[in-house]
């Protein structure tokens, strides 16, 4: 197991959305009704940075921090992956402290949504250091979707 970081390909995009996780397709469908190869390309687009965590080649997720305003410095932290982030999950939950904290620099505030579905992903936000809220109807669905945010 040697994970390793880089940049965005689109054949990581390929992947990643032909393989992804059940509750990251569900989220995608919830909020806003795209494709996940759509929604991949359309995070990467607005992304600073858009990065691909593999094991040996393989993607596992991508990631990135979308602008949320040209005229502020706040970001929207975001993640996709594929069943197989699971199976890496330690070494993964090691790295992605020092990825975000990568990403983050050029921003004073990081928000999004996840749904309430999704236990692992809470977990991992409130040990990134995200503040979670109480979850309220959101996006196309109006199922309940959990605000998360952070001061950088």
Same mark, same amino acid.
């Given at each position: 197991?040697?994970? %390793?970081?880089?940049?965005?390909? =689109?054949?990581?995009? /390929?992947? /990643? *959305?032909?393989?992804? =996780? *059940? #509750?990251?397709?569900?989220?995608? !469908?919830?909020? +806003?009704? &795209?494709?996940?190869? %759509?929604?991949?390309?359309?995070?990467?687009?607005? &992304?600073?940075?858009?990065? +691909?965590?593999?094991?040996?080649?393989?993607?596992?997720?991508?990631?990135? #921090? !979308?602008?949320? &305003?040209?005229?502020?410095?706040?970001?929207?932290?975001?993640?996709?992956? +594929?069943?197989?982030?699971?199976?890496?999950?330690?070494?993964?939950?090691?790295?992605?402290?020092? #990825?975000?904290?990568?990403?983050?620099?050029?921003?004073?505030?990081?928000?999004?949504?996840?749904?309430?579905?999704?236990?692992?992903? #809470?977990?991992?936000?409130?040990?990134?250091?995200? +503040?979670?809220? !109480? !979850? %309220?109807?959101?996006?196309? &669905?109006?199922?309940?979707?959990?605000?998360?945010?952070?001061?950088?």
């Amino acid at each position: 197991m040697a994970l %390793k970081v880089r940049g965005t390909q =689109r054949d990581d995009l /390929v992947y /990643v *959305a032909e393989n992804m =996780r *059940a #509750i990251d397709r569900q989220e995608l !469908a919830d909020l +806003t009704g &795209s494709e996940p190869f %759509k929604a991949l390309e359309n995070s990467v687009r607005l &992304s600073d940075y858009a990065l +691909t965590v593999c094991d040996n080649d393989v993607p596992l997720c991508v990631c990135g #921090i !979308a602008r949320i &305003s040209m005229l502020s410095e706040r970001g929207a932290p975001w993640l996709l992956g +594929t069943d197989k982030l699971r199976e890496q999950s330690r070494g993964f939950v090691l790295l992605s402290r020092g #990825i975000f904290g990568m990403m983050s620099k050029k921003y004073e505030y990081l928000e999004n949504l996840v749904s309430a579905d999704n236990g692992r992903s #809470i977990r991992w936000l409130k040990w990134l250091g995200f +503040t979670v809220e !109480a !979850a %309220k109807p959101a996006g196309i &669905s109006q199922k309940p979707f959990h605000r998360f945010y952070m001061e950088v």
